[in-house]
Every structure is written in structure tokens, then in C-alpha cells.
């Protein structure tokens, strides 16, 4: 497959977006981000590219000694899991309005401020999980040194699902059998810690007199071992990587207690996947130990499961990964947004969204006309433009969406 270089003053910027869309600002941020001194070997682009936050959606960027909260993102450890039940699609029941309903009884959905328990009535598993993990007391130690960070909705936010691109979904794959995905990050408190990091790296660059030469303020940065708040950031981002991947366990062991109720009898195959795609680790690459930041991209090692989904009435894949090392063994998270949120709204009709997702059980109201397929790049423009980062495993189309 081809692929773009862009060339910049330090680091080139490779593209994995033979015969998908990119927008000319999506590109100016990638050569911004591969312009920074630390940047390692250069900036991978996936295939679902487009503009965020300062640092690009759908990038993957290695760096020597430094680390750029906003690249991370405030959706600390977003990511998918997904589980097939073990059931043939046949065995589905014609009534799936009330599968949706259970679910959405089952997951609070929604934003920070009305998609969380109610003060003491999150479920004792959840409680129990949250103390048994160590989120708990490992939350305490943060909080114990950037105060800032205390809020009572911590816990209210485990095991709940979020709003926007955040869904849970009853899929059936190409074998017909029957898989539950869902996508879900660190909620509240993973926003709360990246915005409060963003913030301080802001401020650290200004006492080192950087500030002017960052291509965007926003790609602020903590150097290891010259900024105090470097360490405390990988303390605090790993913590809400852990929250975010259990709370996908969570919400899943809940969804699969529920479907009990409803569907024939199943058992939940071990065959699952759960990973992140906005994320920061240590990984080892072209010889060299460097941190690795995932900003809407799924880690792709040779033989390792990732999911790609599509949109609310396109298809997704469970892919295993061809450990490509230009793209740092990495592919895309998505099929990446083709306009931003006001734009679909505006350019949309609930009739159009009612037709796009046809066949699927879901809301088809004013309210998620920003979900709508056609906000969204083609998958399968997508996952043909990154055949030497994966293979389709299976391919799932959706029969009920639930979205926050």
C-alpha cells in the first residue's frame, strides 16, 4: 500500500491515506507535531486522520525524554471491547426496542453531569471493583498531591458509558454469530486529569521561555528529568488507562448479565479483545526505547487483535495487526470523522439519519444527527488504505446501537 511523506524541518510525517480524504489542517498539525526536537524517527499518520486538539486524530508519535499532554487527549484511554457470545444471530429475538431499553437501564449513558450513578447507588460490584482494582487508593495518592483533582463523581462514573462517539452495540459477524462491542474511555475524571495537565505543561513551557517556539501552544510539553510534573503525568495517565479499561470490563460483565435475560442460553466466548486508542506508553522501537503516544490509533504488533468500528450504520473489524514498523505497529481507531460535530448537524435531517441506519435498532433523533454515517469517512476507504498494518479477522455489522 503507498503511502504520503510530508517533509518538515526535523521529522518527516508518513500518511496512510491512499484514497481517503484529508484536510489541509489535519496536515498542517502533523508537520507542527513533527517539527518538536524529540520527535523519534518521525510522525505516523492512520488512515482516519483529521483535525483535533492541537495534536492530530489518528496520529502515532514516538519521542525521546518528553511527552505532550494534549496529544493524549482528555479521553485518557478511550478505546473498544468487544466479546462474541457464543450465539447464532437466528436465535435473536424479533423485539430488540427492548434489548436497547435493558441496556440502557443496565449503563448510565450520557455526559458527565447526567451519565453517572446517582450519589450511593452505584452497584456493589461497582463498588467492589473499584476498591478491589487499587483505582481507589491509587486515586487517593494523585488527589493527595494536586488537590485540584478531588471530585465526588469518580466512582459514580465507573461502569458507565458517556456521550458522543461512545456506543455500546449487539453486532453479528460474517459467521452470524452474535458479539457485544462498545467504546468508552476514562469519563470525568480521565478529562479532569488531562485538562489539569495540559494546563500545568502550558505553564512549564512558559517558565522555561519555550513557549514562543512551539508551532501550537497547545503541543506543550513535560521534558523527563528537567520537569518536576513529567513523572507525576505518566503516574496520573496510567491510572486513568487502568480506569478506562476497567470500566470497559464493567460495563461488559453488566451488558452480559443483562442479555441472560433476554437472549437464549450463551456462553461469552474468551475470544475478546479490549484495547486503547488514546493512549501514552513505553514501547521499543527502531532499536530505541521511546514513548509512544496513540492519538486515535489502535496498537497493531504482529498477531495482536485490535478493533476498528465503523459508524452507527457502517460495519467494524476485529483486525490482527502485521507489526508494520513505519506506522510504530499501529493502525487506525476508526473510520475518523469527515466534517466536525456542527457541520453534520447543520447539513443533516433526522429523515437522512433514519435512512442511513436503517435495519439497525437505535436512536434516530435530532440529537445524534452528529453520529450520523455520513459525518463519518468511508471504512471501507479506511481499511483499504491500511491492508500492510492488518487483516480483517471478522467483520461485524451492528443490529442495535446505543449511544449516550
Given at each position: 500500500m ?14 496512510w ?54 496529544a ?82 469518580d ?66 510539553y ?18 486513568a ?10 460495563m ?7 442479555l ?95 435512512m ?37 479477522v ?11
Amino acid at each position: 500500500m503507498s503511502t504520503e511523506k510530508l517533509i518538515t524541518g526535523n521529522a518527516p510525517v508518513i500518511m496512510w491515506t491512499d484514497g481517503v480524504p484529508v484536510e489541509e489542517a489535519a496536515k498542517r498539525q502533523l508537520m507542527n507535531i513533527a517539527r518538536l526536537p524529540f520527535i523519534h524517527k518521525h510522525v505516523a499518520a492512520m488512515p482516519d486522520v483529521h483535525v483535533g486538539r492541537g495534536a492530530t486524530v489518528g496520529s502515532v508519535i514516538a519521542t525521546k525524554g518528553a511527552v505532550i499532554p494534549a496529544a493524549v487527549g482528555v479521553d485518557i484511554g478511550c478505546g473498544m471491547m468487544a466479546v462474541r457470545l457464543g450465539l447464532q444471530a437466528r436465535r435473536l429475538p424479533d423485539n430488540l426496542k427492548a434489548i436497547r431499553d435493558s441496556i440502557e437501564r443496565t449503563v448510565p449513558v450520557g455526559n458527565s453531569k447526567s451519565g453517572g450513578w446517582r450519589r450511593g447507588e452505584a452497584p456493589h460490584r461497582v463498588a467492589t471493583r473499584w476498591q478491589s482494582s487499587g483505582l481507589e487508593a491509587r486515586l487517593d495518592e494523585l488527589q493527595a498531591r494536586h488537590p485540584a483533582l478531588r471530585n465526588a463523581k469518580d466512582l459514580s462514573h465507573l461502569g458507565t458509558l458517556g456521550g458522543g462517539n461512545h456506543f455500546i452495540e449487539l453486532c453479528i459477524d460474517e459467521a452470524d454469530d452474535v458479539w457485544v462491542m462498545l467504546h468508552s474511555g476514562s469519563r470525568g475524571v480521565g478529562n479532569r486529569i488531562g485538562q489539569f495537565f495540559i494546563e500545568k505543561a502550558k505553564r512549564e513551557i512558559g517558565h522555561r521561555q519555550l513557549g514562543h517556539a512551539l508551532p501550537d501552544k497547545e503541543l506543550a510539553y513535560l521534558v523527563q528529568g528537567q520537569d518536576s510534573l513529567f513523572d507525576e503525568y505518566m503516574t496520573a495517565v496510567g491510572w486513568a488507562q487502568d480506569y478506562a479499561r476497567i470500566n470497559r470490563e464493567v460495563m461488559m460483565e453488566r451488558i452480559l448479565h443483562m442479555l441472560k435475560g433476554h437472549l437464549p442460553r450463551f456462553k461469552a466466548d474468551k475470544y475478546a479483545v479490549n484495547c486503547h486508542h488514546n493512549y501514552v506508553e513505553q514501547e521499543t522501537h527502531f532499536g530505541e526505547e521511546v514513548l509512544i503516544t496513540r492519538k486515535g490509533a489502535v496498537r497493531a504488533r504482529e498477531g495482536e487483535l485490535g478493533i476498528i468500528p465503523g459508524s452507527m450504520g457502517a460495519r467494524s473489524f476485529i483486525v490482527r495487526g502485521k507489526g508494520n514498523a513505519e506506522s510504530f505497529c499501529s493502525c487506525s481507531h476508526g473510520a475518523g470523522r469527515l466534517m466536525s460535530r456542527s457541520e453534520a448537524k447543520q447539513r443533516f435531517s433526522v429523515a437522512e439519519h433514519k435512512m442511513a441506519t436503517k435495519g439497525v435498532e437505535c436512536r434516530k433523533d435530532a440529537g445524534v444527527i452528529d453520529e450520523t454515517p455520513a459525518a463519518y469517512k468511508d471504512i471501507d476507504a479506511v481499511m483499504a488504505a491500511q491492508t500492510d498494518l492488518v487483516e480483517v479477522v471478522h467483520t461485524l455489522k451492528q443490529v442495535v446501537c446505543v449511544k449516550g
